[in-house]
């Protein structure tokens, strides 16, 4: 396992020290976490659409971005740009495996002019709240580590935590690296996997894996943690319609029970990011 790299340079620009928690210190990069660490509560966040709010509709602008990058790339018109990025979109799971696997993009390339181009500052701001809260739940000393968790690569995942004002306040990151082939990304049990090694978990522990907390916006990777063992599990559905949606699904009572968040084994819903520490 290589050393874990460091992080301590504000992604925005030496200007752009103007609150709190601007600037990633991420005492334990992206891992593995040394040998000896703490590591028995961990609490591992999901990062868009969970520490800020879909409703910012930057899901929106990124799929803006990519619309423009199969016209420019593919040399392709407004239709079959929209048609290719909903069938690779259906097939893939991400429109950039199809990409990648169809037309040998550069996956690094893709991510410089869709989520970097984003312009983040214009959507999202310093969040004290949300500081706040991450604050009081870390006081608590219930949590070894605060882990971030995200299919971004890591460019977006330090711009979004910086611009937040919350980028001091984990130990480390897991992002998806889009650098390397196939590409591995939530809910993969592959992805899971290579998070229990990052942070020195046994994926057959199920003593160590009950004390795991997570939270993410995404149904598909909540339950793939469920699955896993994890045993807190938070879904954060912020839109009314993804709450009337997860209610009817057939398998609603075996993911979430009576959906009153009193059954500890089941995933709990929160419907803002801040009930999450009255949940714990
Ligand atoms: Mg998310």
Redesign the pocket.
């Given at each position: 396992m290589t050393a874990p790299q460091l992080i301590d340079q504000n992604p925005l620009g030496p200007t752009r020290n103007s609150h709190p928690g601007s600037v990633p210190h991420l005492q334990y990069g992206f891992g593995p976490i040394p040998e000896g660490t703490p590591n028995h509560r961990i609490f591992l966040f999901?990062?868009?659409?969970?520490l800020y709010e879909r409703s910012t509709m930057i899901h929106d602008m990124m799929q803006v971005n990519i619309h423009q990058y199969f016209k420019d790339t593919l040399d392709l018109d407004d239709e079959c740009a929209h048609n290719l990025h909903v069938d690779y979109y259906q097939t893939y799971g991400l429109a950039l495996e199809g990409l990648v696997r169809n037309h040998q993009v550069d996956a690094l390339d893709y991510n410089l002019k869709i989520d970097d181009a984003l312009d983040l500052e214009s959507v999202l701001s310093y969040n004290p709240k949300l500081r706040e809260m991450l604050i009081r739940v870390r006081e608590l000393g219930r949590f070894d580590l605060f882990w971030l968790v995200?299919?971004a690569y890591k460019n977006h995942a330090l711009r979004v935590i910086s611009i937040l004002g919350v980028a001091d306040l984990f130990d480390g990151l897991t992002f998806c690296d889009y650098a390397q082939y196939p590409i591995v990304c939530k809910p993969m049990t592959e992805f899971y996997y290579r998070l229990f090694d990052t942070l020195r978990v046994d994926k057959d522990d199920k003593e160590h894996l009950s004390h795991l907390y997570f939270v993410?916006?995404?149904g598909l990777?909540v339950a793939a943690a469920h699955d896993l063992g994890f045993g807190h599990v938070f879904h954060y559905l912020e839109m009314d319609a993804d709450y009337k949606k997860a209610l009817q699904s057939p398998k609603f009572t075996e993911y979430y029970g009576k959906g009153d968040n009193k059954d500890k084994s089941k995933i709990k819903i929160i419907r803002l990011i801040l009930d999450l520490e009255k949940n714990i």
């Open positions: 999901d990062i868009d659409n969970c995200t299919n993410d916006d995404s990777n």
